[in-house]
């Protein structure tokens, strides 16, 4: 589910960063042919005669460029066939991504392009009404097998190829054998013996049987492969692969392979040239092709030696199969009493070894104890030496701080004496002129003292005369 959901974000940025990506378009009725995938056709004719109205036509793009062109089945759910030109192959093959075809299922949607089954389910209607789809081959047995081979696309190509309306129901064993001798023909047969590589017109289809997978999906009872050089000295060849043979190849001329088709069938536009085809370009061919199918055979005939001796040693093991059995048997007793043993001695290990792993255990403890007590002292050592410090240094600010206010104290002192011995002088000689202010006015006080007092003993020596002569001198008439 992760996986799909990781392909899924893939593929939808591949659409959102290159609108192109795998882009396949269903041509409508007026369109002539497959429209911009008529170039995969001589002359971009396409086959005729295949005139079903449940025959669809498929251009199928890749980056906004037609890759190959497909006619569908929407009754058989399978290609008829894809038309397609050799390129270059990839040195590895691309990832497999399979799509599906949206607008076969419901032509007015808004998809014109391939998308993954997951990315729509529930946006187009009756999805899978007429095509297959993932769920009609998973647990059938059978593979989705590519009409138009990845192998023989270079990597641009390869991932326009993996898509259901290219696909159809194979065995694993034939889907490897049909891509196998495909590639071998285009590859060793084809592609050396045509002038111009780009005029190499290929044709890969099937003819559907009443088998179908899940009642749904119809099983081709014949794989067929038609080659077309349209140049100068042009050829063409067809190629036949029985179902119920994987290891059949059979070669044909196109005509004769148009009468195994549907009645009025015609591949390429005049047959390519087949009336007048060089008989030596055309033995050439045939020959590469025998070679092919002689070396596969080869194959086959190993395959069947493998076989052959593989039946001797059936029919051995059946002779044998009772002294196995025994020895089995023998072997299945030993092995439990070895397992007996080693159980025991995993017993007994356990035991001592769980003893030794608590002693290991509790000291293992004790040393992390010790080890966290060791790690909080020497963490706490920092601390307190920083502590320490900073009490120092706090108290040298201390004694700094009481030396500057002694000395302040100290300063102080003899700075007022100076500031009032500097003082002195001005005050001195300011007061010189109060001093002789002061003297001027004791001395005036002084002489109006002495004059005062004198006046004073003069007036108190006269009151006493006065006093003295009123005493002791007789008081005299007025009359005297």
Known sequence: REWTMKTSVVFLLCVSLFPGFSQGRVVGEDEAGFAECNVFFPGQVPPEGFTEPFHVKICQQYNKEPRFATLYSTKDKIPLYSAFKYTKPAQNEEEEYWLVEPQIDDPGNDLHEMVREADIVGTVANLGANQALTSDYVGSGYERGLLNPSLLNEEDFQTATYTLTNAVPLSPSLSKSWHRDIGRVVEQALVPHCSKKDHLYLLAGAIPSSVQVKRKVSVPETLW???????????????VKKINDENSLADLTVGQLEKQLLAGIHLFKGNCGEDHQSQEKTKAILQAVSQIRSGEQAETSDNQEAKDSGLVRKVAGIIATPFIKLLELLIYVFVELVKLVFYFLWLVIKRVGGALLDGVYSLWNGLVSYLKAISMVLISIPYDMGRVIVNIFLGFLQIVQDVVYLTYRILRIPMGFVLHLAAFPYHSICAIPSVLKD???????????????????LHGFYYLAGHMVKRFIPKVSSDD
């Open 439 to 457: 003297m001027a006015t004791g001395i005036g006080g002084t002489f109006s003292l002495v004059i005062d007092a004198t006046a004073a003993l």
């Open 225 to 239: 492969l038609a080659a077309c050089c349209d140049a100068p000295q042009g050829w063409s060849l067809g190629l």
